[in-house]
């Protein structure tokens, strides 16, 4: 990853003073004019390129000084990339192809907001944010060089005299430009069902405090740990691991560690998500098979519709098997076959006669008039929609996307109301 510092040379009248990092106050940039400069001393040393992008008022008012600066400080000779001033939309397009233009695939990025005027910043965070899906970049470092907490700018020359006693702080402002992860993270959750990046990002920003006793809380534990039950849940939805959803422990797992995740303060952008959690999963409980009925409803509700009519299907086939368990262990009963079971039951439902053996029908006609005809009816049309999909609409009377969809919509509503 090549690491790339990109800048924008402002207009203004630069005094010279000391940039320091706050957490490490010992260690300052010397006596500079150009924040650049001491940007690429303090939190970009290690970047390969150096890419400063100058209106033509900057370029001639500060463009040779800088260069001269940097020179004096041993630090490579910066590239100047033009644009325009930003003055309407043309120009704000103009500005952002230039960047997306200079900026290498894959590159690791350090961000200098300090003379980036007016929307620059905004057009920027959105500008990263698009680099990073489309280039595979990575925001490594984001800063902004405070020289107004020394007070007016006409002001300091007078208050410091000696630019040695003007120290200003830059600040790291790379965790308010890492939300646009959140913001896609929490998106994928709420949108598609799956909290692989949310349970990624909760674990990363909380690695330093949980890797230290005295802020490794009970709160922070329990928000870590429900981030990695919401993970493995929307894992077992997207893969259709109906019998791992009817064995997890919803409760244990997710219920009851939310109200200590909710009073941890450390990710203040996951309290919206977390808040909607309790009525999301108040009516799952631990191993009941019954959750498959409400994992298929998640699937459903975000367009995970072959996940869907498999967890549901699944889970009719379970419930039977489990109804007609006795019976069932009689005709099979070693405990491996288990899969035996299922396959009487899921031919029982379809009513698939040649399944079982001649000496087995009476049975089979015994356990069939304990199953209401709605369900055999539901399950034959949950069948048909199931084969369209793995036959990729090759098949006889095919439905369409939209069809399906609401035909699964429908099929959990009944067997909501008949075996839940």
């Not at 033009?82 to 200079?102: A, C, L, Q, Y």
């Not at 920027?124 to 680099?131: A, E, I, K, P, R």
């Amino acid at each position: 990853m090549k690491k790339t510092y990109v800048s924008f040379l402002g207009t203004g009248t630069y005094k010279p003073c000391v940039y320091l990092k706050p957490d490490e106050p010992a260690s300052d940039s010397g006596v500079v004019t150009y924040v650049q400069t001491a940007m690429r001393k303090l939190v970009a040393s290690d970047a390969e390129k150096t890419l400063i992008f100058c209106t033509r008022d900057a370029t001639e008012t500060h463009w040779q000084k800088l260069c001269a600066e940097f020179e004096a400080h041993g630090l490579p000779e910066p590239e100047k990339v033009d644009i325009p001033d930003g003055s309407n939309n043309e120009e704000f397009w103009e500005i952002f192809k230039t960047v997306n233009e200079n900026i290498q695939e894959e590159a690791g990025i350090f961000f200098d907001v300090t003379h980036s005027l007016r929307s620059l910043p905004l057009i920027m965070s959105v500008l990263l944010n698009y680099l990073e899906v489309v280039k595979g970049t990575k925001l490594v470092g984001c800063y902004y060089g405070a020289f107004e907490t020394l007070g007016k700018a006409a002001d300091v020359e007078e208050k410091y005299p000696d630019p040695a006693d003007r120290r200003a702080p830059i600040f790291n402002l790379t965790p308010f430009f890492q939300l646009n992860d959140w913001v896609k993270a929490i998106r994928d959750f709420k949108r598609f069902g799956d909290a692989g990046d949310l349970n990624r990002l909760a674990w990363q920003d909380t690695k330093p405090l949980a890797a230290k006793e005295e802020t490794r809380t009970d709160e922070l534990l329990a928000l870590r740990s429900l981030t990695g039950a919401l993970n493995k849940f929307t894992q077992m939805v997207h893969s259709s691991r109906c019998k791992d959803i009817q064995d997890f422990n919803f409760e244990s797992n997710i219920l009851n560690q939310l109200e200590l995740a909710t009073q941890c303060d450390v990710l203040p952008q996951l309290k919206p998500v977390l808040a909607g959690l309790g009525d999301v999963f108040a009516a799952y409980q631990d191993k009941d098979l019954k959750n498959g009925i409400r994992a298929a409803r998640w699937a459903f509700e975000h367009d995970l519709i072959p996940q869907g009519y498999t967890l549901l299907q699944e889970t009719v086939v379970s419930y039977y098997a489990q109804e007609f368990g006795a019976d069932l262990k009689r005709l099979y009963p070693k405990r491996e076959d288990e899969v035996k079971r299922r396959e009487f039951t899921s031919a029982l439902l379809a009513w698939r006669t040649g399944s079982w053996k001649k000496e087995d029908s009476g049975l089979a006609e015994k356990l069939k008039d304990k199953i209401v005809p709605e369900v055999l009816n539901q399950y034959n049309a949950l069948t048909q929609g199931r084969n369209d999909i793995n036959h990729g609409g090759h098949s006889h009377n095919a439905r369409n996307a939209e069809k399906l969809k609401k035909d699964l919509g429908d099929a959990i509503t009944k067997f909501e109301a008949l075996l839940c």
